[in-house]
DNA sequence: GGGGCCCTTTGATCCACGTCAATACTGTTT
DNA sequence: AAACAGTATTGACGTGGATCAAAGGGCCCC
């Protein structure tokens, strides 16, 4: 079937102007002229299909990488094949940042579903933040973020028992869905059970335990991927009243 | 007693241009024109007792710090006590960038023995990081590096066995000593077991019996926190010959 | 719309590390 | 030089989560 209305790349391009997205993203702080600079800095997108690499490790950094659409997950591979999710990504979220310090990335980027991203080459955006103050103190708390996200999860690995780190981690996504209009009660998880339990330093026998776990004590409904939060005070008891 | 040299603020004072700590810290890549507008940026140093806190989570943030003299370790605590040793910072490190996300610090960083740092105001180094390329890229280049640093942590945390994760600990520390220019081979730990086992999510005991076990095989030699590493190929091969 | 494969769940057993406890060492204070 | 407190080592025992195993279910691709 033709289409009647003419479509050019350009109308397919989504501005940063116009992304639903600008208020998790880079643009998040920025006056309206600033955020046209920043738009033509944001050379092309990517789409990705699901369960294809962004980047690898070893690549050559050249970009970092806004999510449009769909979401991610990173992970870094040992030698001897044993292997770490170290995060998941949604949209508005950026990608790429472990490149920087040595020019070449030191994980992988793989996607959870069909996706699309915006590439920002990182030379002109290091440029452009030279010249727009919000924007490079935008970045730097997005950089930021990211450091301290990684220290709760080492709270997590470190001194957590498996119950509190599935906890823990629900009430996260819930947390990020609800920042991005959805349900924070009801959603769907992209990632496997192995996934999971990989992000969480747990085997997914024991992820998938916990679940069920969860399911009798009526804290969560659970069916394969689609979660619903029926408690969500219950899990955060589950936090904090842990005596050490 | 009287000195009989005339000593003033400056003459102490260490510009970064005669740290010797230059080419792992903030100034690395700068040329020495750039270096002096660095120096006149870092205000003040200051100086802090072993157990004492650089900054509390929950302090504004104002500063980022470089370490000139001693060491610290981050840590996080939630509610219910339980803490996280999030990582051991040596010299010519940079402390406080957790801060920048949220204007306020989420961890502590503590002192392990009587140490000195360089406290750099953070507008100002925003500010000239607009002005000066390398000073911003080094900057950028130190954040991605905790990053990746901290996904490595995570890689321990979730999929290492107590023995690979000392192993790994002791040839990070040994790395580092090394770069400081100190032996590769022979060292003092600032830090106690307890906090080891905090940071490699272990509890004490299993790292004093790690400790020990690595005594007997001939990998090391342990006389409280004084390590000489006897096999340092043989700590390697205990990373990487875990079959998965 | 059917077939195959991957994902998930659940049970039984095992073991690495945690817990509890006692003793020894070390550096610091008086 | 003695006393102390914090730190470290070592042993005995318990347990949370890993491992091994098997069956069921759902989703994706053709």
Redesign the interface.
Known sequence: MKSVIPVTVVDIKVACSQCNLRELCLPFGLDPNEIDQLDELVGSRRKIKRQQHLYRSGDSFEAIYAIRAGSFK?D?I?????????GFQMTGEVLG??????EHH??NAIALEDSEVCVIPFTRL?EL???V?SL??QF?????????R??????L???MRAEERLAAFLLNMSQRFTARGFSPSEFHLRMTRDEIG????LKLETVSRAFSRFQEEGLVAVQQKHIRILDTPGLKRL??????
């Open positions: 990173t870094v040992l030698e001897d094949g044993r292997d770490q999710v170290t940042l472990d490149g920087i310090s040595t030191s994980c290091e933040s030279r010249e103050e490079q103190h730097h708390k997005i950089m930021s973020r990211e450091i301290v990684d220290h709760g999860v080492m709270m690995l470190g001194s990989s992000y969480l330093g936090l904090n009243h842990h005596a050490a």
